[in-house]
């Protein structure tokens, strides 16, 4: 979970609109334009999430669809085209790109629809083609690192009221060469860390140092990437000099693609990272993937994933619904690959071509084979399927006609809160005098845990004559409390959760009697079963209301000789439910 300690963001944000003088006409707004497929498998998610009372992640998948936002600048490469660099980050689930610039007069010029030539996922770069007949000039590469103490600037397109807004930073080089491995590994190369401003929306923007003899004034000394949240101006650039091979050899059409059996070996290694755990997986697993598999794996993480797990995931879909997804499905994937806290060996078949990609099955542990396929997308091998990782379409077609048709309408075993608070009145069969009861549960996916308090009217024994230990049986008030456990099975159709359930409880009944009387103390044992009726309102609450058969007993503690009272009632219950996983 290291990656997400950190702490860092990716400087993009979500929308567009303008700006302003001649750097601006070396650096562009980009935006990343979804496949349509992609759109409307979002559409359809945010309603489901939706439907199910899950609004908060539905409207970040709402605000996520209304586009956005990065920066850019122009290079020429060696073949004399012009192009736009940027971060991977900014276009990752793009099928295409536009880019703005501001003209002099203060319009703008637009191009649509442009293609991403290539990206690399390790370093987070990203190169996007401009037309031939674009003719602005373009920045220049610095071949020389930087040190401590260098004058540096920021340029790009923050946002400002959700529309990018041009800015000029001005700072210092903090620390020339940081090595953050959970940003960009070591191996590769160190990055820049430094103070000159930058905010969301200047990812792929250019870091720079003033360079008179050169027509634009300026160097780019590196690519703004990462912020520190929680540090004062504690910004991270990707070095120029990193990126200056892998352009040209892009663009030259020259840049090897990583072979599929090399790229399943570095995905069985990534399993068995124990610092990064799951996150390791997320550059594995394709968008085609994510849009078959993500609804099941989101909501499985939010209602049975350890909490660390859960909070990582639900971080990034905070900020990026689909990278999101991709992690949820990333953790289902590498729980396959663990045993407890080991990490079971694995062993992958030659890569075989079929008419979708290249299939390789892998042998995990003692388990049987199975079976993945890998596509090329975007430059590089990633997961299409995964045999043990159900898609939505597999689940329903091997599913029975009932099963299917419950998924169909929206039926699913899932409970999406934590904390369950009811109070009721409880009826028992033999007095006919009503009590109450009152429970506050912690349910984690099948099993609950909490407290109860509960009062009714019973017969039980109680003293006549302590001298000659004399009993008789009198309608007597038991106040009793304890630990409750219940096992439960909840059932989610659309915003409506009906959950079965079944209750253990153990505690003392008229504990504080037992000064003037020893006998009305009592062991309370109670067993029942019921079901609730929840309506999800949205992800902080849902009203609930419950009825129950409850089995009391309760057993003198002081006299072993007394018998123990039995009692049968029914609790009917109404409360709330909150805390959404």
Known sequence: MNKKRIVCFMLFLLTAHVFAAPLR?????????????????????????????????A???????????????????????????????????AETANVQF???????????????????????????????????????????AVS????????????????????????TVTNARARIKELLSPDISTIIQHSAQVDGGNSGGPL???????EAGYRVVGINTWKAAYRESTNFAIPASVTQSFIETAVKGTREKTAVDERVKQFVKATSNKDDMFLALGKYVSNEMVSKVSYDAFTSVLAVAPSDVRSAVVEIFSYDPLEGLRYATAYQIWKEFQDGETTLTT???????????????????????????WIEEQGNWRLSDFSTIKTSKESKSSSTKKSRASRNS??????????????????????????????????????????FVQQQKADVAVTINSWSDTYANKLTSMISFGPNLRVQVPVTFYKFTITPYGDARLGFSNIWTMVRD????????????????????????????????????????????????????????????????
Not at 59 to 83: M, N, Q, R, W
Not at 121 to 136: F, H
Not at 148 to 171: H, I, N, T
Not at 347 to 363: F, I, P
């Open 208 to 214: 720079l140092t003033v360079a008179a003899n050169t």
């Open 59 to 93: 409207k970040e998948i709402e605000a996520y669809l209304k586009g956005s936002f990065g920066s850019g600048f122009v290079f020429y490469a060696s073949d004399g085209k012009p192009y736009v660099i940027t971060n991977r980050h900014v276009i990752d689930k």
């Open 148 to 171: 401590d103490g260098d004058e540096v600037y920021s340029a790009g397109f923050p946002g400002l009221g959700g529309d990018p807004m041009w800015q000029l930073g001005k700072g």
């Open 102 to 144: 501001e003209n002099e007069d203060g319009s703008v010029s637009d191009y649509k629809e442009l293609k991403i030539v290539a990206v690399d996922e390790d370093i987070d770069i990203a190169i996007i083609a401009l037309p031939e007949t674009y003719n602005r000039k373009g920045l220049l590469l610095s071949t020389t």
């Open 347 to 373: 062993e992958a078949s030659k890569a075989e071509e079929s008419t979708n990609g290249m299939k390789v099955a892998l042998t995990i542990g003692d388990k049987e084979p199975i079976d993945t396929l």
């Open 25 to 57: 006409n070396y650096v562009c707004i980009v935006r990343g334009n979804l496949a349509k497929d992609s759109v409307s498998f979002l559409e359809e998610f945010r309603d489901k999430l939706n439907s199910r009372g899950y609004s908060r992640y």
């Open 518 to 581: 020893e006998n009305s103390m009592r062991i309370y044992f109670g067993v029942g079963a019921g079901a609730s009726f929840a309506f999800n309102v949205n992800e902080s609450i849902a009203p609930v209301v419950s009825v129950e058969y409850m089995h009391s007993i309760y057993k003198a503690l002081a006299n072993k000789q007394l018998q123990a009272e039995h009692t049968n009632s029914i609790i009917v219950s109404a409360g709330i439910k909150i805390i959404a996983r």
């Open 410 to 451: 929206g039926v699913e075993i899932h409970d999406p809160y934590l904390m369950n608070i009811s109070v009721g009145l409880l009826y028992p069969f033999e007095t006919k005098k009503p009590g109450f009861d009152f429970s506050m549960m912690f349910m984690w996916s099948y099993i609950g845990f909490g407290v």
